[in-house]
Structures are given as structure tokens and as C-alpha cells.
């Protein structure tokens, strides 16, 4: 049986199918290859910010949040707005604890084994991709330390970057686990770094710090089943729109329309009940009942656009992704992110990471679900996606799309691309749209290559419309990759080519 691995680096892929080849299976080379992104990609992910992962063994899937909690001195009169770059917006990281979870349940390598293509990565260096280099430079101002430059700039495409703190970092965690960036030196310079910066991060809240493992949610989509981690995670939008969108059976401009609107519906009811379970549970049996799908697709014209709507009442009351399949069956969808982009770019020195800006996702309205709230998780952005058959159960692939409040549109537009015929590259090619949640009736930006005449369609239903986003810019509509299992065995896989990455394949002969 052949395996194949997907992530935004060829380097990172490379790293993966490396393990692969030395008998490591999907759990651990998705570890490997999220380490490896941390070195060759520190502009959005790192061991400083939080990952969530889908597991798929033998017919069942597992579900891990590695997402951490606010600081338990950290209450609601304490700030009076939440900063990106601001210190409190800095969450306990969850991305270390997820990784070692994610081996004691499901990998077969020691962890030293895992990290150490990411350590001689780290001090032998690597050539910097070209669009990586791009938005290192665009993040450098947020910086605190010049660990993460040369010179003091940020490296150009092409050119040897080398990160010994990092090195030093993951040498730690092989050599004394986890317990080292929780409990241990790394937890100290954390804090250090946080408090001189007026945090309320102590080391109870590192040490306080653990994963958790959940069920997954899921819903049938053409032959499909599409599945999502539960809450505080998004994937529950993805889902809400897949459902309202397949009440409809629309083509053209007008396929695209209701996609529009079944993504506006679904970000109202998820902005609305989305949340830390432990302080708020999300209605998730309702939300996704298709007789709620049906009510909530009532409200689409499909000659105009929403108007004043809000959530439902179903009941009274910048990330890298990677993904595994490997020769024994077992496939793993796995994203690790900062936030956005270095997120606080907040440095422990000596150390080789930045800090991620979660934070930023809690609200201070008062009475909110997601309000912050002292040892709470945030809403988050993050959500890797697996697809099994929903006649059999058997595995069909893992997919995600990264950046932020794209993601479940993403998730949207790759499966319902799926569903028309396409390959996984080109569902993952495909022009996008992308929505701002903040606004139910904001912009819809149009990537380029999107066809004139349903542009042209939206213009005409009332969309305010902004067409032919292109270069640099078509980072809003997220960065994919997918492996599907087609009848047979065989892997195909897909690699957005807005990112610097790729699939890479191990033939049957090397399984």
C-alpha cells in the first residue's frame, strides 16, 4: 500500500516521507513534519502556538485539542481591548503537549526520533521559499528579538536561514519531554518574556496547561461524511454551511450565491455559540440536524443577497496544515498555528519561537459566550477536516485549508468542489471567495481566475463585490492540502500553490 504526505514546505514533506520510509506511521509524521514547519515556516506556526489534529486508525477517528487557556489572573476588568501584538493576548501554548499526546496514543517512534530532522534543520539551515520570505519580511515589525532575522532583516528567498535557539528548543523536549517547556527553563523564559511585557501569565498556568481528547462532529455531504473537531474549534461552520448548501441543488452563478449565503448563516450561528465547552457547550446535535439546515436555507433568495440576520435557535436557549496517510491506513490531519502570522511575535529569548496571539479571538462583550474569561479557551480558528464514506466508513482523506476565518470557507468550497468531479488539485486550485464574519452583509472578495459571468452574477444579486484579488494578496483565501484514497487503494493528493508546499509519495514498493 502506498502512503503520500502534504504540507506548505517542500522541505516539511520531505521530512515526512523520510519518517514514513523508517517506519514511522501517520501520527508521527505529522509531528516530524509540524516541527519541521516550525523551522522552515516561523511566520505561521511554531511550538510557541496551539495545533489541533483528526486521527483515523482501523474505521475510528479521535479528535485531539492541543489549544490552550488564558491565565487565571487574567480577568475581564484587567484589559480594556484585546491587541494582537499585546502580551494578554498570549494563551498557554498547547502545541508541545499536543505533540507528545499525539505520539502516546497513536505513534510508534520516540520523540527524539521525530524531532531530529527539525533539529539539523534548524542548525544546518535551510533555503527560504520564496512566498515564505515574503511574509517573514511582512511580520518582521512585530519581532522582539532579532533570533528570527539576520542582521536584523528578514531572510530573502533563497538564502540559507539558521535558528540554533529553536535547535536548542527542540533538543530540550526529545531529551526531558514536555515537562521542560511547561515546568522547566522554557517555561521560565516564557514568563519572563510575558511579564516584563505587563502579562498576567505565571507558571501555575504553564503548569497547568493539558490536552484533551474529544469526539469528533460530523455531517453526510454527497456520499460523504465530512468530519470536524467539536468546539472551541470552527469546524462546526464548515459544517452548518455544507448542510444549508446541499438543501439546494444550484448551478452556475447561482451555485456560488447560495455558497455565499450558507457561509454567512453558518458564521452567525457559529460566531453566536462557538466556545470553550467547559464554560458554554455549543448546541452541536441541533445545529447540525437537517431539519435545522432546512430551516435556516429558507432564508436564501436566490435573486438577492441576506439582510439583518442573525443566528438561529436550534434549540431553547496564519497556521500551517499538513496531512498523513500512510501504508498501514491510517491518515492524520494535522494544523499547528501562531494566529496570525508570528503571532504576538513575542520572543523567549534563547529560544528560537514566537508567542501566538489567541487571545485576540475571545470577546469583552459582556454576558458572550466567548467572553474572556480566566483559565477559558477561545474561540479558534484552527480545524483540520478527514472524509470517510458515508456508505462504509472507510477512509477517503484528510484535507484542510489554512488562515484564520477562511478556513471553514475553505473547507466548503474544496469538498463542494470535490463533489462536482473535481481532483483533489484542482478542488484545492479552484478560484475561492472569501467573507468577513465580522460583517453579515460585508465584502465578498473574488479570487483571481474566478469566471466573469458568475462574478458578473454576484455583482447582479447585490454582493458588494471585490473582484480579481491576485499575487501576494490571494494569501486571504488560504492555503490547502489534501490526500484523497480512491477505489482501489491509490492516493492522489493536492497542494495549494498559494503556499510554498507539496504532496509527496511513497510508491507501493517502498511501503
Request: glycine fraction near 10%; include cysteine.
Amino acid at each position: 500500500m502506498s502512503a503520500m504526505v502534504a504540507s506548505s514546505q517542500r522541505a516539511a514533506s520531505q521530512v515526512g516521507i523520510d519518517i514514513l520510509r523508517s517506519g514511522g506511521n501517520a501520527a508521527d509524521a505529522a509531528v516530524a513534519m509540524a516541527a519541521a514547519l516550525n523551522v522552515t515556516e516561523p511566520c505561521s506556526t511554531g511550538i510557541g502556538g496551539d495545533c489541533f489534529a483528526l486521527y483515523y486508525s482501523g474505521g475510528q477517528l479521535t479528535a485531539l485539542n492541543g489549544s490552550g487557556r488564558a491565565p487565571a489572573a487574567l480577568t475581564r476588568d484587567r484589559i480594556s481591548k484585546l491587541s494582537l501584538f499585546d502580551a494578554n493576548s498570549v494563551t498557554v501554548p498547547g502545541a508541545c503537549a499536543a505533540w507528545f499526546d499525539l505520539i502516546a496514543r497513536h505513534g510508534s517512534l520516540p520523540m527524539k526520533e521525530l524531532l531530529a530532522p527539525a533539529i539539523r534543520l534548524a542548525e544546518e539551515g535551510f533555503q527560504v521559499e520564496p512566498i515564505t520570505a515574503h511574509f517573514w519580511n511582512e511580520g518582521l515589525h512585530c519581532l522582539t528579538s532579532p533570533e528570527l532575522t539576520i542582521g536584523g532583516r528578514a531572510p530573502k528567498a533563497g538564502e540559507t536561514f539558521r535558528n540554533p535557539g529553536l535547535a536548542r528548543t527542540f533538543r530540550a523536549i526529545a531529551d526531558d519531554g514536555p515537562e521542560v517547556f511547561y515546568r522547566g527553563p522554557i517555561a521560565a523564559a516564557i514568563v519572563k518574556v510575558l511579564r516584563e511585557r505587563g502579562a498576567a501569565m505565571a507558571m501555575v498556568d504553564l503548569a497547568a496547561h493539558e490536552s484533551s481528547w474529544e469526539d469528533p462532529i460530523s455531517t453526510p455531504f454527497r456520499g460523504m461524511r465530512v468530519w470536524e473537531c467539536p468546539p472551541n474549534g470552527q469546524g462546526i461552520a464548515a459544517l452548518l454551511a455544507l448542510n444549508i448548501f446541499d438543501q439546494f441543488d444550484a448551478q452556475g452563478v447561482e451555485r456560488w450565491h447560495v455558497m455565499i449565503e450558507a457561509m454567512r448563516l453558518a458564521f452567525e450561528d457559529a460566531c453566536w455559540y462557538v466556545a470553550d465547552p467547559a464554560f458554554s457547550p455549543t448546541p452541536v446535535e441541533e445545529l447540525l440536524s437537517r431539519e435545522y439546515a432546512a430551516e435556516r436555507a429558507t432564508l436564501i433568495r436566490l435573486d438577492g443577497v441576506l439582510s439583518n440576520v442573525g443566528p438561529g435557535a436550534p434549540v431553547s436557549c496564519d497556521t500551517t496544515y499538513l496531512c498523513v496517510v500512510d501504508q498501514h491506513g491510517n491518515a492524520c490531519s494535522f494544523i499547528n498555528s501562531n494566529y496570525l502570522g508570528f503571532g504576538t511575535g513575542i520572543i523567549p529569548v534563547g529560544w528560537g519561537f514566537t508567542l501566538q496571539n489567541r487571545g485576540c479571538t475571545f470577546t469583552l462583550e459582556p454576558g458572550h459566550v466567548n467572553e474572556l474569561a480566566p483559565r477559558k479557551r477561545p474561540y479558534h480558528t484552527i480545524i483540520p477536516g478527514m472524509l470517510t464514506n458515508e456508505s462504509d466508513g472507510t477512509l477517503l482523506g484528510p484535507f484542510g485549508v489554512m488562515g484564520g476565518y477562511m478556513q471553514p470557507q475553505g473547507h466548503l468550497q474544496v469538498i463542494a468542489s470535490l463533489s462536482d468531479g473535481l481532483s483533489p488539485q484542482e478542488a484545492i486550485d479552484r478560484p475561492r471567495f472569501r467573507l468577513d464574519p465580522a460583517s453579515a452583509n460585508g465584502k465578498v472578495y473574488i479570487e483571481e481566475g474566478m469566471d466573469t459571468d458568475i462574478a458578473n452574477g454576484l455583482l447582479e444579486r447585490g454582493h458588494d463585490v471585490v473582484l480579481n484579488i491576485a499575487g501576494y494578496d490571494r494569501v486571504m483565501f488560504g492555503r490547502g492540502q489534501i490526500i484523497c484514497r480512491r477505489e482501489g487503494g491509490s492516493l492522489v493528493g493536492g497542494s495549494d500553490s498559494r503556499a510554498d508546499g507539496c504532496w509527496m509519495e511513497m510508491a507501493d514498493e517502498q511501503a
